[in-house]
């Protein structure tokens, strides 16, 4: 269900104003903080249903934005991301299985291209790898 506009414009009016505000990044310290947001965010909260499910998009959002424009990182599906991180860290799919972030079963699906990368393994991924789960998604 969506609420009416105008509850929407002025809840966000007061939120910015309480808040101080949830915007772009425009510097990296802008950057940094929004990743530190959503980092705490992932930890405490269930970031799957709502109300913070759509906080975590946008925060996403927002720092997906700022790495395509700031970051010389080639464009890469979910699952070249995945292999790129496990190569990058000496890691193999038992490893992670190890750790408990996923079966290997399903990580050699995901390698393979048979699934995707839901959000609760993404936010997994991203702790594990010390990155945005938008790298995964």
């Known amino acids: 269900m969506i609420a009416d506009r105008d509850t929407i414009i002025a809840a966000w009016e007061v939120f910015q104003a309480r808040s101080g505000g949830l915007q772009r990044p425009q ?8 990743l530190s947001l959503l980092n705490e965010l992932t930890d405490a909260q269930n970031c799957d249903e709502e109300p913070f499910a759509s906080l975590f998009d946008l925060v996403s959002h ?17 699952a070249e991301m995945l292999a790129f991180y496990m190569d990058q860290h000496g890691l193999n799919q038992s ?17 393979s291209g048979k699934r995707t990368i839901s959000k609760e393994l ?16």
Not at 67 to 76: R, S
């Open 27 to 34: 510097t990296e310290a802008d950057y940094l903080s929004l």
């Open 62 to 78: 927002y720092l997906q934005d700022w790495e395509q424009e700031h970051e010389d990182i080639p464009e890469a599906d979910p």
């Open 95 to 111: 490893d992670l299985e190890r750790e408990g972030i996923a079966h290997r079963t399903l990580l050699s699906k995901i390698l």
């Open 122 to 137: 993404a936010k997994r991924l991203a702790k594990r790898f010390h990155t945005n789960p938008g790298a995964f998604l």
